[in-house]
């Protein structure tokens, strides 16, 4: 028997975009662990772009910047699961406007801010109000977060403070929810990936390369371990922990005053 003890058990995965995904990798960790997934993705394109990955799966489409169809996404599942209920749900959403490339904080449009916040952050709320009546006593609601939610992180532009709302909103859920129910809520703070997603923040690579060197391991965190934490979160392995924002990223953060970087900041030119 699988240490997660996932065998039979049912979850929905919510922000597959590509192979390279978060939700991806986790949904393959799940199934491996003899779980089964059901998915939801934004739009009918991503649905057939996806087509080879999730062959013979169940598919949702979810554009969550329609309070309708996350409604409606309610429904679907209760239909589509019947007695069954779910054991956990992954929500690895996120989207912001760099069309007009990073601007400083204080020029972010209004626009482009509560759109980013709704997808970002708030579609979590949404959800997990969607999905209450369909999740079992004891299940688990994982969301992807990022680690550097409390520094000015410029190169990722007004979506910091967004990620940010996102965690808080995590132990608030936790809280609220746990009136009536023992589901779990719990966010995993990542730190930079190469995924898709990521190539599209303007100027991501250098910063992508530097948080390399800051991890202790001068090795860049890999999707498959934020995959691996997500999946034991999802599991009841993990049942004590709740409303928390675990941090992922191979000790980048607490590694401000490495030897290298610091002696290769502080070169003078003769």
Not at 84 to 98: E, M, R
Not at 133 to 146: C, F, N, R
Not at 195 to 214: D, V
Request: charge should be neutral; aromatic fraction near 8%.
């Amino acid at each position: 028997m699988s240490f997660l003890g996932l065998d039979g058990k049912t979850f929905l995965v919510v922000g597959i975009a590509n192979k390279k995904s978060v939700a991806w990798a986790v949904a393959k960790l799940l199934q491996e662990e003899g779980a089964n997934v059901i998915y939801s993705v934004r739009s009918e394109k991503r649905k057939g772009e996806l087509g080879e990955l999730l062959t013979n799966q169940k598919v949702f489409v979810c554009d969550f910047e329609n309070e309708k169809q996350v409604e409606e996404l309610g429904y679907s599942l209760k239909s589509e699961l019947g007695e069954v209920k779910l054991d956990g749900i992954l929500h690895s959403i996120a989207f912001a406007n760099y069309a007009e490339g990073l601007k400083k904080f204080h020029e972010t449009k209004r626009a482009d801010f509560l759109q980013a916040t709704q997808i970002s952050s708030f579609s979590l709320v949404e959800l997990a109000r969607a999905c209450k009546p369909l999740l079992a006593k004891s299940s688990s609601v994982v969301t992807i977060g990022i680690s550097s939610t409390d520094v000015t992180a410029e190169n990722y532009g007004y979506m910091a403070p967004i990620k940010a709302s996102l965690e808080t909103s995590v132990r608030y859920l936790a809280k609220s929810f746990s009136h009536d129910s023992e589901t779990r809520f719990n966010s995993v703070n990542a730190g930079p990936l190469k995924t898709s997603a990521s190539a599209g923040i303007p100027g991501y690579l250098i910063n992508y390369l530097y948080a390399e060197k800051l991890t202790f391991r001068k090795k860049a965190l890999a999707t498959a371990e934020v995959a691996n934490l997500a999946t034991f979160l999802l599991s009841q392995r993990s049942s004590g922990i709740n409303g928390q924002g675990i941090v992922i990223d191979a000790g980048m953060g607490l590694n401000y005053f490495d030897g290298e970087i610091v002696e290769s900041s502080m070169k003078i030119d003769d």
